[in-house]
């Protein structure tokens, strides 16, 4: 017991450091440029740290520590009997120093490097019940999916360096602010790694997949960090590619088609647990889309108040199976009574998540759909077309509905009805309620100081509220989505080409360079091995101690030396 709380403690200490440092840049209204002009050509790659907060990186530091430190506390009731306890806590403070190295620096190189060890620490984390076949392949699938795409932003990061000569963020953008280069090329290539790293389509499935992987780590991997990085990556070098046209309206229709089926998907789901992934894949979309209007600051609230209340949520889904043994729908229902507080902590977080006022989710979603009728009605610095805003603005809308009915399907299967039969709830610790308690609080302190506006909230509102009704009676159906469209059943098949295609290619591929490592590498040291033995077995069978036949070989060397020498006389 003391074991496990000592790794909460260093949780905890780390915490309490990055709050030392990031609670006064809080307040930090812009930063000066004074001190980061570029060099005219690129210098050699460095680590040095070069840390630097800005208002929304410091943000985003405190949400991953602050839900690591409940993730850490939760995880002492949830796995601490687990017999690979230890490392799996270490690798949660990795993940987190981590996280804080790609939001805490200005070196790109360093920034790199942590998004790097963000991608090995979710493997071990979602691998950590390796023994199953489920969370081998999700963790395969994350990794190798997410590294295929970090190639972009090793790509991006020698194009800025070569187009502005630094590979200093806030040096890139003063150079940049005096004659933007290359916007295109770079916000191109940053996209490739955000849709990856954030699971945007059509890099989305792997999100999903990773369920296997223990639920206190699934909060984190949605709620504080690894997808986080994505969005946050997008925000933090808008800058550099805001002039483009090209990036703008791609990212706008990957976040409009990833909106609206990551939406539609979590719909139909019979799992609490991949219904919530999808919502996060979703809810992803709608901070990019925040940043394709030109509003990345918008995007970045959000995306802290979303990391509370899918937190809550996540955290709550592992209290339900831990009461019930599995997140399956099926096997829920009627839970209000036998659990109260995450019964109502979780409706907290189902609330914000539908965007209901006065949650968190409610105002900054509020903020994200205003965006979007700004750069529609031309009135922000957006690049994006009017065209492509409108559009935007209307699957976001749509999208809206449909998580406001997801979430009220998913409360209501369940929380309400008859309990199911049989259902032997275990009672869940104070260690894992309290981080549920204290999330519930964030979600509505984080409303605190949020600016409404009117139009939109109205809209939303009755958004919200109409999408609840139709949840509500989508729940009264059942936990069997045989309403649904099998396509929707079926995720639309978007996983085939991972899961089918790409395997059936790798696996001809595969024996193509076993056939050629055979039959033509391996020949040269397969004939040099043969030789040896030969050479071996005739040395061997000299070597056969029977006194006449050495004698009767000394004399016939003798004679053949004889012979040579008379010849060469």
């Given at each position: 017991?003391?074991?496990?709380?000592?790794?909460?403690?260093?949780?905890?200490?780390?915490?309490?450091?990055?709050?030392?440092?990031?609670?006064?840049?809080?307040?930090?209204?812009?930063?000066?440029?004074?001190?980061?002009?570029?060099?005219?050509?690129?210098?050699?790659?460095?680590?040095?740290?070069?840390?630097?907060?800005?208002?929304?990186?410091?943000?985003?530091?405190?949400?991953?520590?602050?839900?690591?430190?409940?993730?850490?506390?939760?995880?002492?009731?949830?796995?601490?009997?687990?017999?690979?306890?230890?490392?799996?806590?270490?690798?949660?403070?990795?993940?987190?120093?981590?996280?804080?190295?790609?939001?805490?620096?200005?070196?790109?190189?360093?920034?790199?490097?942590?998004?790097?060890?963000?991608?090995?620490?979710?493997?071990?984390?979602?691998?950590?019940?390796?023994?199953?076949?489920?969370?081998?392949?999700?963790?395969?699938?994350?990794?190798?999916?997410?590294?295929?795409?970090?190639?972009?932003?090793?790509?991006?990061i020698i194009v800025i360096g070569?187009?502005?000569?630094?590979?200093?963020?806030?040096?890139?953008?003063?150079?940049?602010?005096?004659?933007?280069?290359?916007?295109?090329?770079?916000?191109?290539?940053?996209?490739?790694?955000?849709?990856?790293?954030s699971a945007q389509f059509p890099?989305q499935s792997w999100l999903p997949?990773?369920?296997?992987?223990?639920?206190?780590?699934?909060?984190?991997?949605?709620?504080?960090?690894?997808?986080?990085?994505?969005?946050?990556?997008?925000?933090?070098?808008?800058?550099?590619?805001?002039?483009?046209?090209?990036?703008?309206?791609?990212?706008?229709?990957?976040?409009?088609?990833?909106?609206?089926?990551?939406?539609?998907?979590?719909?139909?789901?019979?799992?609490?647990?991949?219904?919530?992934?999808?919502?996060?894949?979703?809810?992803?979309?709608?901070?990019?889309?925040?940043?394709?209007?030109?509003?990345?600051?918008?995007?970045?609230?959000?995306?802290?108040?979303?990391?509370?209340?899918?937190?809550?949520?996540?955290?709550?889904?592992?209290?339900?199976?831990?009461?019930?043994?599995?997140?399956?729908?099926?096997?829920?229902?009627?839970?209000?009574?036998?659990?109260?507080?995450?019964?109502?902590?979780?409706?907290?977080?189902?609330?914000?998540?539908?965007?209901?006022?006065?949650?968190?989710?409610?105002?900054?979603?509020?903020?994200?759909?205003?965006?979007?009728?700004?750069?529609?009605?031309?009135?922000?610095?957006?690049?994006?077309?009017?065209?492509?805003?409108?559009?935007?603005?209307?699957?976001?809308?749509?999208?809206?509905?449909?998580?406001?009915?997801?979430?009220?399907?998913?409360?209501?299967?369940?929380?309400?009805?008859?309990?199911?039969?049989?259902?032997?709830?275990?009672?869940?610790?104070?260690?894992?309620?309290?981080?549920?308690?204290?999330?519930?609080?964030?979600?509505?302190?984080?409303?605190?100081?949020?600016?409404?506006?009117?139009?939109?909230?109205?809209?939303?509102?009755?958004?919200?509220?109409?999408?609840?009704?139709?949840?509500?009676?989508?729940?009264?159906?059942?936990?069997?989505?045989?309403?649904?469209?099998?396509?929707?059943?079926?995720?639309?098949?978007?996983?085939?080409?991972?899961?089918?295609?790409?395997?059936?290619?790798?696996?001809?591929?595969?024996?193509?360079?076993?056939?050629?490592?055979?039959?033509?590498?391996?020949?040269?040291?397969?004939?040099?091995?043969?030789?040896?033995?030969?050479?071996?077995?005739?040395?061997?069978?000299?070597?056969?101690?029977?006194?006449?036949?050495?004698?009767?070989?000394?004399?016939?060397?003798?004679?053949?030396?004889?012979?040579?020498?008379?010849?060469?006389?």
């Amino acid at each position: 017991m003391i074991r496990r709380w000592a790794y909460v403690g260093l949780t905890a200490v780390l915490a309490v450091v990055v709050a030392v440092w990031a609670v006064p840049d809080l307040g930090r209204d812009g930063f000066a440029f004074a001190g980061f002009a570029p060099d005219a050509s690129p210098p050699l790659p460095s680590l040095s740290p070069d840390l630097f907060l800005w208002f929304g990186s410091a943000e985003i530091v405190l949400l991953a520590v602050g839900v690591g430190l409940l993730v850490q506390i939760y995880s002492t009731a949830y796995l601490g009997h687990h017999p690979r306890y230890r490392s799996y806590a270490l690798v949660i403070i990795l993940f987190l120093l981590a996280m804080i190295a790609v939001v805490g620096t200005t070196n790109l190189w360093v920034l790199l490097v942590g998004w790097e060890v963000m991608g090995v620490c979710s493997y071990l984390l979602i691998g950590h019940e390796w023994e199953t076949p489920a969370a081998r392949a999700g963790a395969a699938k994350a990794f190798l999916v997410t590294r295929v795409a970090d190639l972009g932003l090793v790509m991006a990061i020698i194009v800025i360096g070569e187009t502005y000569g630094t590979y200093d963020i806030i040096g890139a953008q003063v150079a940049e602010s005096e004659n933007p280069r290359n916007a295109t090329a770079i916000g191109l290539l940053v996209l490739v790694a955000v849709i990856g790293k954030s699971a945007q389509f059509p890099l989305q499935s792997w999100l999903p997949d990773a369920m296997p992987g223990p639920t206190p780590i699934t909060a984190l991997i949605h709620a504080a960090t690894m997808v986080a990085a994505g969005v946050y990556l997008a925000a933090r070098l808008f800058q550099l590619y805001s002039d483009s046209t090209v990036v703008l309206t791609t990212m706008a229709v990957i976040a409009a088609i990833t909106m609206l089926l990551g939406a539609l998907f979590a719909l139909v789901q019979t799992d609490l647990k991949r219904a919530l992934a999808w919502s996060t894949v979703s809810q992803l979309a709608l901070m990019l889309s925040a940043v394709a209007a030109a509003d990345p600051e918008v995007g970045l609230d959000h995306l802290v108040a979303h990391g509370v209340f899918k937190a809550l949520l996540f955290l709550g889904c592992g209290c339900l199976m831990h009461a019930v043994g599995t997140s399956a729908l099926s096997a829920m229902g009627g839970l209000r009574r036998p659990m109260p507080v995450t019964f109502w902590t979780m409706t907290i977080g189902f609330a914000a998540l539908a965007g209901l006022v006065p949650t968190a989710g409610f105002f900054t979603k509020d903020s994200v759909l205003d965006a979007i009728v700004r750069s529609a009605n031309g009135d922000s610095m957006s690049n994006l077309a009017v065209g492509t805003a409108w559009g935007l603005l209307v699957v976001a809308l749509l999208t809206s509905v449909v998580t406001a009915a997801y979430a009220a399907r998913l409360w209501a299967l369940v929380f309400l009805g008859p309990p199911v039969e049989r259902l032997d709830t275990h009672r869940t610790p104070l260690a894992m309620s309290g981080p549920l308690v204290v999330l519930a609080v964030g979600t509505f302190a984080l409303s605190i100081g949020q600016t409404v506006h009117l139009g939109v909230a109205a809209i939303s509102t009755v958004i919200a509220v109409a999408g609840t009704g139709v949840g509500l009676e989508v729940a009264r159906r059942g936990v069997s989505p045989r309403w649904a469209a099998p396509v929707l059943a079926a995720e639309a098949g978007l996983d085939r080409p991972f899961s089918r295609w790409l395997p059936v290619s790798a696996s001809a591929v595969a024996r193509t360079v076993v056939d050629l490592d055979r039959d033509a590498v391996d020949v040269y040291p397969r004939g040099g091995a043969s030789a040896v033995q030969a050479v071996s077995r005739g040395l061997g069978r000299a070597q056969s101690r029977n006194v006449q036949r050495y004698a009767t070989v000394l004399a016939a060397g003798a004679l053949v030396l004889v012979v040579v020498a008379v010849m060469v006389r």
